[in-house]
């Protein structure tokens, strides 16, 4: 990563900290949503003033929030609970259109599909400066659950403000809307103390001309517990030089575990800011465009700039999602 983007620089002084305050475990995904999961309700009013706000003019400017750098200790490892898995839900038959490159350490993604439509940026108001992350749409009860990174929902202690997710964006343009956030929701172990490890984020977007988000855009699977070295996917919109935040950008390869700092998923990838919340996917069908959501961008060493790190999904990213379609 080249340098450090202006809104980042205050977040190196809480990643100092991140790593040496323990977060407490979960309770195992079996026993259900844990009742101190963070959650941000949001008004209609503030709905409305959100979608209103993010013109594309100011989508353009959003300054990318950057990927996590880290200092400290290894922190908790996720707990662990039964390999679950989600299937995708789409509205329709979507066709991939070629075959990409595997591995892949980061370009542009031509290969269509569904991620094409479930995958978009994520756009909010940090520290009174307007900023962007990555996000996808999955597959709920609610129909209206998006997954991203949870710095990318709250940090240095405050919710961010104006949330709006915008599937498949480009250019500038929003295709399927701006889907404001009715309630955002992040790890208990997030929440409290920032933790690396639980670096994992959740919004519930209100309808938008009388329709819910993934029968719109489709939603992509899940997958919880699923062990480390895999071979995966991972999707987002970079922001940071040498990217703009106007294209879909996609690494892939074979995935290690952290042996340094985190318990994280580790893959080589070039990706910059404005990419955290980005979807990792485990059994990616090119020919669909379909996965199961794994991980998410979370953060690099500044000494491995071309190596992305994501979140171990156990019990605490199931009860996430269960709290969060479940709302």
Not at 204 to 218: C, E, H, M
Not at 259 to 272: E, P
């Amino acid at each position: 990563m080249r340098g450090i983007p202006r809104i980042s620089r205050s977040l190196l002084v809480g990643v100092t900290a991140l790593l040496t305050a323990a977060g407490a475990l979960a309770v195992p995904a079996s026993a259900g949503p844990r009742s101190d999961t963070g959650v941000r309700p949001v008004t209609q009013a503030a709905q409305e003033r959100a979608a209103a706000f993010w013109t594309p003019a100011r989508m353009r400017a959003a300054e990318p929030l950057d990927l996590l750098p880290v200092t400290g200790h290894r922190g908790p490892a996720p707990a662990k609970g039964a390999r679950t898995t989600v299937p995708a839900t789409l509205p329709g038959t979507t066709a991939g259109t070629g075959i990409q490159a595997f591995p892949h350490g980061g370009g542009a993604w031509t290969g269509g599909g569904a991620v094409v439509s479930t995958a978009g940026r994520v756009f909010f108001t940090y520290q009174g400066r307007t900023a962007s992350c990555s996000g996808n749409a999955v597959t709920s009860a609610n129909k209206s659950t998006v997954i991203t990174a949870g710095h990318c929902v709250r940090m240095g202690g405050a919710w961010h403000t104006n949330w709006v997710f915008v599937p498949g964006y480009h250019d500038g343009q929003s295709p399927y809307g701006r889907w404001a956030a009715a309630r955002t929701l992040s790890t208990p172990q997030w929440t409290a103390s920032e933790d690396i490890n639980h670096d994992i984020g959740a919004a519930v977007v209100a309808p938008l001309n009388g329709q819910s988000l993934t029968d719109v855009v489709g939603g992509q699977g899940l997958a919880f517990n699923t062990g480390y070295n895999l071979r995966m996917y991972a999707f987002g919109f970079p922001a940071a030089s040498p990217y703009d935040g106007e294209k879909f950008i996609y690494c892939s390869g074979s995935t290690s575990r952290d042996f340094l700092l985190s318990n994280d998923h580790g893959m080589t990838c070039n990706m910059t800011g404005g990419s955290s919340g980005g979807p990792w996917f485990t059994q990616f069908d090119e020919s669909t465009g379909t996965g199961l959501l794994s991980s998410v961008n979370s953060f690099k060493y500044n000494f491995l700039p071309n190596r992305m790190y994501g979140p171990y999904f156990g019990a605490e990213a199931q009860n996430l999602y269960q709290a969060a379609q479940s709302s």
